[in-house]
């Protein structure tokens, strides 16, 4: 969950060569870790004697959870197969459950335009597929304002007639989720945060916006409960069951960490340059899941990181944990660099091009 077009890129294997070099390195972002260190320990430091930002919820954007809401519908009704998934498995529950409120008329419009998102907005990927990065971006702008006129006319349209029916039947509730899990939430970011930030920061060698990132607090968001996209714009499922307690300490981590995928995957891709091999799916992810992971189970006692407890590394990524428990994990112990790490990593996992 990450930003949608650096996601589309690393979701497919790509061959480096040596021709390449060059464009790699102009593309870096960020400086020598090394040099990186200091400063990225100073910012802890700072944060910790300062109080700073870490994260700031925004609970009332009424047109952001009313989209998401008829965007998880709309798969349910398509028939798709993540409707299943933990995150979004109750939506259609809790949809009957306002219809109980409602007139038949209000009930027929409210199908209207659910049914008008499953044949257009819910067949695309929140995170992958233009236009709608940009449309969750706008409608977090519009918050609970009367007007819509940064997006599509016909989404606008679908939304004006949607909205005074989602204020009756679901609005109330759904709001007062958001409130109490951002709560909770902010207690344990106010507890722990400035460790798990201290952690990860100095694993990665970048750092973390002085203003902290904005967290959209959304009732649903998507299968995944969670995602991350491009202008910063972090969205968390108040109403997700991995999303609690301490599961949501180290998601809305895992989230943040996913504005760092463009560095990341430069660094890493450096590695791969020097072997000429084909750079391997999932890695940087499956870096975030360990590393999020680790960094709350220190703070946390007895927490079990995400991608164990819901198996994640079950879904075709077990290969990978084993090699992050070989190269990655003695980095975070304190041994070798982080670019020591990534090119043990990369070797440990990387694809030879095919043959021509």
Known sequence: MKNGTLKLVCTT?????TSLSVSAHSQLAFVNPDSQ??????????RR???????????DEFWL?????????????NKERDRSREAVLAAPVDQERGFEKLSD???KIWSAAVASYADGTSKKDLVFDDPLPALTNALARAGDGKSLTEIDSAVAEILQRAAPIYRRAWWKEQQEANR???????????????SVLAFITNAYKLQWPAAGFPVHVSAYSNWAGAYSTSGNLLVMSSLAPGNQEAYGLETIFHEGMHQWDEQVFAALREQAIKLNKFFPRGV???LIFFTAGEAVRRVVPGHVPYAEKFGVWQRGLGPMKVALEETWQPYLDGRGTRD??????????????PKK
């Open 49 to 59: 004697s300062r109080g700073a930002t870490i994260f700031v919820f925004h609970t």
């Open 284 to 286: 940087s992810h499956s």
């Open 105 to 107: 008329t209000d009930r």
């Open 340 to 353: 020591e790490a990534f090119a043990a990593l990369i070797t440990r996992t990387a694809i030879d091009p």
């Open 65 to 77: 959870n009313l989209h998401h809401f008829l965007y998880v519908l709309g798969r349910a009704e």
């Open 37 to 46: 260190r200091a400063s990225t320990d100073e910012e802890a430091r700072t």
């Open 13 to 17: 294997a790509i061959l480096f060569t």
């Open 180 to 194: 109490k899990w951002s709560k909770a939430i902010q207690a344990l970011v106010d507890r722990h945060g400035t």
